[in-house]
């Protein structure tokens, strides 16, 4: 199987799995928003794109997250876009607030590059993070990292974060 089938191949699961979410997660609602990331990555590390975050509940505990950004580049780094997904479970008895709802998470997905000037990118990734879902407001503030492991070439172990919002719009 050549390169760019292999990267046609995971960019439409991933794109599968991400055009799901919305039709599973309407009983609890369609979050979107903004986050900024960072990377500790080869060719990552003075980057901090800023992406489209959105998240859809498919139970009280379980949510599919997906993330896409880019990252126009200069003389001296290229240019990328990355679009990612992760099935992530929460846990809300961890941590307690006065207001609204502090979770835990952790999760597993995917992560697909596309790099100006050089081979694409595929990651698989583990997020772990902390979720405050506002009292009353349908708005929901996250703090992730991810080790992510890229098993395309070259293969290599880097750090992913991520702070960011969302918005969420009710699905009844």
Known sequence: MTRARRSLL????LL???WTAPAAAQSGGIGVGASIGVSNGQGFSAANPVGLAGKGWISDRHALAGMTSF???SDRQSSYWVIQGDYLF???NEL???EGYLAVYLGAGAQFTVIED???????RGPVGVDYMLGSAPVDLF??????LSVTDPTSLRFDGAI?????FSGE
Not at 118 to 123: A, E, G, K, L, V
């Open 16 to 18: 599968g799995l991400l």
């Open 90 to 92: 929460h846990n809300f």
């Open 164 to 168: 960011g919002f969302r918005y969420f």
């Open 143 to 148: 703090v992730e990292v991810a080790p992510t």
């Open 96 to 98: 307690e607030v006065d």
């Open 10 to 13: 995971c960019v439409s699961l």
């Open 118 to 124: 050089t081979d694409n990118q595929f990651t698989i």
């Open 71 to 73: 990252f126009l580049g």
